[in-house]
């Protein structure tokens, strides 16, 4: 017994020692010295089925082909399985910075983890990775949007007003961020009297609104944390015949329309190309050996019916 | 209507299945064909009806030559063909199968149901068939299904009927209506082509009969001027001693005793077999016979009584545990439920006895195949290799690949439902042959026949079935088709 | 009489037939393989042969359950979920600090349940395998949601044998490669040379006689469906470790990719018909396919329409070849 112990122990030792993470050295690519304009970049985006990364991944394109460089782009359909899949083929196609717009920030690490040890830098688009060297997260600023938001009430309504708020999923980042911004301006010059959770979506907008009515039919304006809890806002207050503000976030074309047809007062739009071209610029820093900000925040844009 | 084919050719790829084959139909008369399988009947009936092109010779009707492009063109010019494997829908209701693709139409274009119901009342009646309209085609017998397609044949008011193997599944009193049928169809100035293995039939209704043997015909004759005798040996080219070889039967002890077994179609069973013997069940088609052997296999339920094997009370509850006693069941429909078409002979043959050759796991590929080579050899299977495809084998030699597998498991009880349908003389008395060395060597025999020579030849004991109960024990000394026959319609 | 000559040239005829009976489906990667990497010479390098061995891993093991199922004329469609949810279950030990290894041995075993529970369904219960499976893949979709609540598994710490399962190398060749290869040979073994498996086609050939063959068809059916659920559980654990989280949305439409295998490997979807090894090949398509797809630059939406493209030609070329 103690001889068979023995052997096993052994046995796994060996079989151990034959592991590791790393692939074998005889498979590693060359990874030779090469100019700025024959470098290389691999976009890989968590959807093309969704306009707003089309957009990004428009953006991408654009500023690469302005500055003459090579983009090769996967789309991983909303599959985290697959998204680690295409950096794999990315990477075998010897890119020279990797622009990722994760579909899960858990899921996409060891994805990152393999161009780290490859030694390929690597820039997060709107979302964030959990594990793994990253230059560089280009996503757009929440927190100074949810202050654009609570300015732009102050302006049209006077410091003081009763004021909602319609929050997203709790605990997401994007809730949280465009939360704190709101609430920076908010607090001091508003009234907040009303703040719930409808997660992001749209039925939900519609059944909380109605409820906050009810609760606080004085109310003049509602700050939502995305379009579509804005618009199912709008449905619960056309049916109450009440005339309250409504500023959404993200500026999705359904909520452009409504600004159009003035229902919609505003919305704190996204710029997701430009999201795209923050990271192309950062990307090539990155590659070059140059320093890049951690954090580099996209702009955002106040829409209302005047643009 | 008068046909006359002439010089017929036909082959399938290399396989020369007709070789200048002649044959007249004359009006008014019941023709019939043999020949061992394989011979080219169907073939050649196949060929006239326009499923197959001819590659050579003239066929004429009524003097004039026609060939028909395919089977439903014949069917308007008035030949009909009713084919031995069964065109039945079973999901579709009888009276649906005897109307598919032509269904009487009203207005709209709605089928006319009431006009339906009328032309097959019509036809039933004729043939003494009651069968439900509205009955599941599936759920019926195969006789049953068999006199579906008769009556759907009828129907079509055709000048020539072929009828390839009609009372294969037929009991003999759906036989003798259908002999009926064709006498008076035969007056009324319809021919009829009449293919068939049994003898006796042929003898009984025919005028003239056409003897085919390797694609070629090799006699016609009126059926006075020829005998029994003269037939098969023209048919096989050679002289066949007996129809049924000889039988020593020594019964030793009691292997198998049912003891008041009742289930769903059968009530109050009790019989018993002994080594070395072969039991007979006869009865008309429907009678339970075949539901009271799936029950002692463990196919169907029992709802009360016991199995006795060896002296020891067993429980059967499903074919697993009845391999495991040592009893095999070569089913009536063995495309259906004895063979895995797709499988090579060797596959087939092996599947009951699995483990036999596995006993680490692992299946030991020699010792498979020494055993199915030897087993290929004693049935006398005809193939080139023991890897050949199963559906591509004769019926004969399907069969004999059907009781190899059984005589694998080293059996102690068999039991064979119509162990020769659609199988031709030669292997018939090949099969027989095999029986008696299986009793030779102590293994008992339960044989379900609908054919009554077969049960009167083979049997050492005759057990009659009627509505579900036995009717009556004949021993072999006494058994004559007429006394079978009155137990099994219920007289005393 | 027939010329001897002529008898051979058909021993030849039915000996290429055969030939490219088997071989079709072989010929077919080898026309893929060389074309991708024509097109582009990278697709040959090392580190993308062990990229592609490890990213078709997943659909392999999978596919190696569906052709045991599809070879007795069932099919299932809840491998995606039992996958999802095995994973889920998975992590959720791992998180409450059960050992990775025996959570994945526990979760693979638990997957073999859920398999057990679509047998039983469709033996016991007699519903057709299409529609039980339609109803599990639902139900444990749904279980998966309610356990996750609709949010990744996270912090699944840093087991190194966990870590290894998924993204590791064992003497160079991607960890999961080694385990797709493992199984491939046990399951070879299994169809191939044991009773089980010559059983297991007899079912697709020819249900009744099967049964009045003695096999009892029940019990290897349960048996099947099991065996399909414990490999799913499997490439569960491996997208699990590969993760480095569970996803409550994972192994979404990971049946069809794996019945699309198991065609393209000359498997007839009637049951009694195809080859385990058939279905190797058909995985090594559908994964040169992604790849040299993504390496060549094609847009993810055309990949869609050239996939299809070849899944139809595949069958249509199989028609051809058994008419």
Redesign the interface.
């Given at each position: 017994m103690r001889k068979f112990l023995a052997l096993f122990l052994t046995l796994s030792l060996v079989v151990l020692s034959a592991c590791s993470m790393e692939p074998p050295a005889w498979a590693k690519p060359d990874q030779g010295d090469k100019k700025i304009a024959d470098l290389k970049i691999g976009l890989s985006v968590s959807t093309l089925n969704n306009p707003f990364f089309v957009s990004l991944k428009d953006g991408v394109v654009k500023e690469a082909e302005a500055k003459g460089i090579e983009v090769k782009v996967v789309d991983a359909q909303d599959d985290s399985a697959k998204q680690i899949n295409d950096v794999e083929d990315l990477i075998q196609q010897g890119v020279d910075v990797l622009l990722i717009n994760p579909t899960d920030s858990a899921a996409i690490s060891t994805a990152v983890q393999s161009a780290n040890s490859i030694g390929i830098p690597v820039i997060t688009l709107d979302r964030s990775a959990d594990k793994g060297e990253v230059e560089a997260l280009v996503a757009s600023d929440n927190v100074k949007g949810g202050e654009m938001a609570a300015e732009y009430i102050v302006e049209q309504l006077g410091e003081g007003a009763l004021v909602a708020e319609l929050e997203g999923v709790p605990g997401a980042s994007a809730t949280r961020e465009r939360g704190t911004g709101f609430h920076n301006v908010a607090d001091e010059k508003l009234n907040v009297v009303a703040k719930q959770a409808a997660n992001f979506d749209r039925t939900e907008g519609l059944t909380v609104m109605e409820n906050i009515i009810q609760a606080n039919p004085d109310i003049k304006a509602v700050f939502a944390h995305n379009d579509e809890m804005a618009l199912g806002a709008i449905e619960a207050i056309n049916s109450s015949g009440r005339d309250i503000m409504v500023i959404g976030f993200d500026g999705n074309d359904d909520a452009l329309k409504a600004i159009e047809a003035g229902q919609l007062e505003a919305t704190v739009a996204q710029q997701p190309d430009l999201i795209g071209q923050l990271a192309v610029q950062a990307g090539l820093d990155a590659a070059q050996g140059k320093k890049v900000e951690e954090n580099i925040p996209a702009p955002l844009k106040l829409v209302t019916i005047e643009e | 209507m008068h046909i006359t084919m002439q010089g017929i050719y036909k082959a399938f790829g290399t396989n020369q299945v007709l070789t200048g084959v002649d044959f007249e139909l004359k009006e008014g008369e019941v023709h019939a064909l043999m020949g061992e399988n394989g011979a080219g009947k169907s073939t050649m009936m196949n060929v006239l009806t326009g499923l197959h092109s001819l590659d050579q010779g003239q066929i004429f009707v009524d003097g004039k030559e026609t060939y028909f492009k395919n089977p439903k063109e014949a069917e308007q010019a008035g030949i009909t063909f009713i084919h031995q494997e069964l065109n039945i829908w079973p999901e579709m209701s009888v009276l649906d199968n005897m109307f598919i693709g032509k269904e009487p139409k009203k207005a709209f274009g709605l089928v006319d149901s009431a006009k339906m119901k009328r032309l097959a009342e019509e036809q039933f009646k004729r043939l003494d068939v009651s069968l439900p309209f509205d009955k599941e085609a599936g759920s019926c017998s195969v006789g049953e299904q068999q006199m579906i397609e008769i009556a759907k044949a009828l129907m079509t008011k055709a000048k020539v009927i072929i009828m390839d193997e009609p009372t294969a599944a037929l009991t003999e009193r759906e036989i003798q209506k259908l002999f009926e049928v064709i006498a008076s169809l035969k007056k009324e100035g319809v021919s009829i082509v009449y293919i068939s293995h049994r003898m006796e039939e042929i003898f009984a209704i025919c005028d003239r009969i056409t003897v085919m043997r390797d694609g070629k015909t090799v006699d016609t004759k009126p059926i006075p001027e020829t005998s029994f005798e003269v037939v098969v040996r023209k048919m096989v080219g050679r002289e066949l001693k007996d129809r049924f070889p000889k039988r020593n039967s020594k019964p030793g002890e009691i292997v198998l005793e049912v003891k008041n077994l009742t289930g769903k179609a059968f009530r109050d069973v009790s019989f018993s077999v002994c080594s070395g013997e072969i039991v007979g069940v006869s009865g008309l088609m429907g009678a339970g016979r075949t539901e009271i052997m799936r029950g002692i296999f463990g196919l169907d339920s029992i709802e009360s009584g016991d199995v006795i094997l060896n002296g020891e009370k067993v429980t059967i509850k499903n074919a697993n545990q009845a391999v495991n006693h040592g009893i095999g069941f070569i089913t009536e429909d063995r495309k259906d439920e004895g063979l895995v078409l797709d499988f090579s002979i060797k596959d087939n043959i092996a599947l009951p006895s699995l483990y036999s050759f596995a006993p680490k796991g692992i299946i030991k590929e020699k010792d498979e195949k020494e055993f199915v080579d030897m087993l290929i050899k004693r049935l006398t299977v005809k193939t080139e290799s023991a890897e050949t495809r199963v559906g591509d084998l004769s019926g004969g030699n399907q069969q004999k690949v059907v009781i190899a597998k059984w005589i694998g498991i080293g059996p102690k009880v068999l039991i064979l439902d119509e162990p020769t349908r659609g199988v031709d003389v030669g292997a018939k008395r090949e099969i027989y042959q095999l029986m008696n060395e299986l009793t030779d060597r102590g293994v008992a025999i339960i044989m379900v026949s609908s054919e009554l020579p077969e049960v009167l030849g083979m049997s050492d004991r005759i057990l009659v079935v009627h509505e579900g109960k036995i009717a009556g024990e004949l021993p072999k000394e006494t058994a004559t088709q007429e006394n079978i026959m009155t137990l099994a319609t219920g007289g005393q | 009489m027939?010329a001897n000559s002529?008898v051979l040239q058909?021993k030849k005829g039915n000996l290429l037939q055969s030939v490219t009976q088997k071989l079709g489906p072989f010929l077919g990667l080898l026309i893929l393989v060389i074309f991708v990497s024509v097109m582009?010479p990278?697709f040959l390098?090392?580190?993308?042969i062990?990229?592609l061995l490890?990213?078709v891993s997943?659909n392999a093991l999978i596919a190696f359950g569906m052709t045991f199922v599809i070879l007795t004329g069932g099919i299932d469609l809840s491998v995606g979920a039992i996958l999802a949810l095995s994973s889920a279950l998975t992590a959720g030990m791992i998180v409450s600090g059960i050992d990775p290894m025996l959570a994945i041995l526990i979760g693979a075993l638990l997957g073999a349940i859920f398999g057990a529970v679509n047998g039983l369904l469709i033996t016991k219960g007699k519903m057709a395998p299409f529609i039980a499976t339609l109803a599990t893949m639902t139900l444990f979709r749904g279980l998966t949601l309610v356990y996750t609540e609709g949010n990744?598994i996270?912090g699944l710490g840093d087991n190194?044998l966990f870590?290894?399962f998924?993204?590791?190398?064992?003497?160079?060749i991607p960890?999961p490669a080694v385990t797709m290869i493992v199984t491939f040979i046990v399951l070879y073994?299994l169809l191939h040379?044991?009773?089980f498996g010559?059983?297991t086609?007899?079912i697709g050939?020819?249900e009744?006689?099967?049964?009045?063959?003695?096999?009892?068809v029940p019990r290897v059916k349960v048996l099947i469906y099991s065996l399909s659920g414990f490999l799913a559980a499997l490439a569960g654990a491996i997208?699990t470790s590969?993760?480095?989280?569970a996803?409550p949305?994972?192994g979404?439409s990971y049946e069809l990719d794996a019945i699309a295998a198991v065609v393209l490997g000359g498997t007839s979807l009637s049951g009694?018909?195809g080859r385990i090894f058939g279905t190797m090949i058909g995985v090594l398509i559908i994964g040169v396919l992604?790849?040299g797809l993504?390496?060549l630059?094609v847009?993810?939406?055309y990949q869609q329409v050239v996939k299809g493209i070849v899944i139809i030609i595949a069958v249509l070329l199989d028609r051809k070849k058994s008419a």
């Open positions: - | - | 027939k002529e058909e582009n990278s390098e090392p580190l993308n062990l990229n490890r990213q997943i990744p996270t190194i870590q290894l998924g993204r590791g190398y064992f003497l160079g960890v073994i040379k044991t009773p010559r059983q086609y007899a050939g020819n009744k006689a099967a049964l009045i063959s003695g096999i009892k997208l590969r993760l480095n989280s996803q949305t994972a979404e009694g018909k992604n790849n993504n390496l630059g847009s993810s939406f």
